[in-house]
């Protein structure tokens, strides 16, 4: 069964590092890993001080905090929608991002190349090094402005359900820390901030302030949850196993007081029997805190440590993916965990879950819906072992991040 992409053979040299991502600030890093590396790069720094355009819009976005923060008013939705880039702005910035690519070779080897190994604009690899910095802002400036009107004036999110804001955006008490956060945001600005600085920060504060930063938490995992078992991975004999991995979706509860449901613990104990028969070396537990909204519970963190208390599963063979909001993501978060952990692709790994969860991943309707959130399929279906197994081959493209989904990117 294939796992390279196309846009891989054809960009030879341009495949994705199998590591883990650098991270630092885990919220934005994770949405915008295209500007965090703008920032971090002082190549991005000096050629955009030294070009007119580019200083007169960093000038003119950084000014935009200010005039935000002249009106006290208790209705601050003008002002917060006063933060999104501007389609024109977008088109702008593009244009230059494309000349000062084009024109200045060291700029290009500093952004083009790691941003290709990322592997977080994959879906973009077969453009040229000036669209595809291009394209990557444009996705990048459309997050930006899809989470300050989710998250600063209550505009339904992809899943609103689950995904909407904490606070009332009418209510007086939020408008006063909106404007609040303006005289915060205006008192730590410097000049030599990056042009999108004024309305990144404030959309991840916006983030931040409705208890929206689940795409943060527990990061980075390699260093921590996930520790014993990326050691693990090095050394693992994998000709020994049928399987790289045993995955479990969540199946989350919808009690506010239940932190595991039933249906997962009992398909814990399938788990580790099927871990204690040797069919893989590890178990790959997904879900984050999502059920009911706002959940102090994490889902993975709960089944791993059901399988450690009730099952003596050791934490060496557990991965979690705490994050995960939906079973379609459940397999591209597992895909870019395999990935990044170095487990090797050419071998299948094994969902394990419950028969209506496992069927559903299986058919069409659920290939539908990978397709019209991702733009892919994240993995490929293998056999049917039982009515809870079925084997899945990760796909390389589920590294694409998506800025529309910012609580999972």
């Known amino acids: 069964m294939p796992i390279l992409t196309l846009a891989l053979v054809l960009f030879v040299g341009t495949a994705p590092l199998p590591r883990p991502l650098p991270i630092r600030s885990p919220l934005i890093d994770k949405n915008f890993y295209f500007l965090s590396l703008l920032e971090r790069t002082p190549a991005f720094q000096k050629a955009w001080q030294e070009d007119p355009q580019g200083r007169e819009i960093q000038e003119r976005m950084r000014d935009r905090l200010r005039v935000a923060f002249q009106d006290a008013s208790l209705d601050q939705s003008d002002e917060i929608r006063s933060m999104q880039v501007s389609q024109a702005e977008t088109s702008q910035i593009a244009d230059i991002l494309k000349r000062l690519v084009r024109t200045n070779p060291t700029l290009r080897r500093a952004i083009a190349q790691p941003l290709r190994q990322s592997g977080t604009a994959i879906l973009s690899h077969e453009l040229s090094d000036e669209d595809l910095v291009a394209k990557v802002w444009a996705e990048c400036a459309a997050g930006i402005n899809n989470a300050i009107l989710v998250y600063g004036t209550g505009k339904p999110g992809r899943s609103a359900k689950i995904d909407s804001m904490f606070y009332d955006p009418k209510a007086p008490i939020w408008n006063a820390t909106v404007h609040n956060l303006f005289g915060i945001l205006v008192e ?164 394990t879950t419950n028969t209506y969860q496992s069927q559903d991943i299986q058919g069409p309707a659920f290939r539908r819906r990978c397709q019209n959130t991702f733009r892919y399929q994240p993995f490929e279906a293998g056999k049917r072992l039982s009515p809870i197994d079925l084997e899945f081959f990760p796909k390389i493209e589920s590294l694409q991040i998506d800025p529309q989904d910012p609580l999972d990117p």
């Open 188 to 351: 730590e600005s410097k000049p030599t901030d990056p042009f999108f600085a004024p309305s990144l920060r404030f959309a991840a504060k916006l983030m931040e302030f409705n208890r929206r930063d689940e795409a943060a938490r527990f990061e980075p995992l390699e260093k921590g949850e996930n520790r014993a078992a990326c050691r693990a991975v090095r050394g693992t004999k994998w000709e020994k196993f049928p399987y790289s991995v045993i995955l479990v979706p969540g199946l989350g509860p919808e009690e506010p007081e239940v932190a595991l449901s039933p249906a997962s613990k009992l398909i814990l104990g399938a788990v580790a029997r099927r871990y204690r028969e040797g069919k893989a070396p590890f178990i790959l537990v997904s879900g984050g805190s999502v059920h009911p909204n706002q959940t102090p519970f994490c889902e993975a963190i709960e089944m791993k440590r059901s399988l450690m208390r009730d099952f003596s599963v050791p934490e060496s063979a557990i991965l979690i993916d705490p994050h995960a909001r939906h079973t379609t993501t459940n397999l591209r978060n597992a895909a870019r965990i395999l990935y990044r952990y170095g487990f090797p692709l050419s071998r299948p790994g094994l969902i």
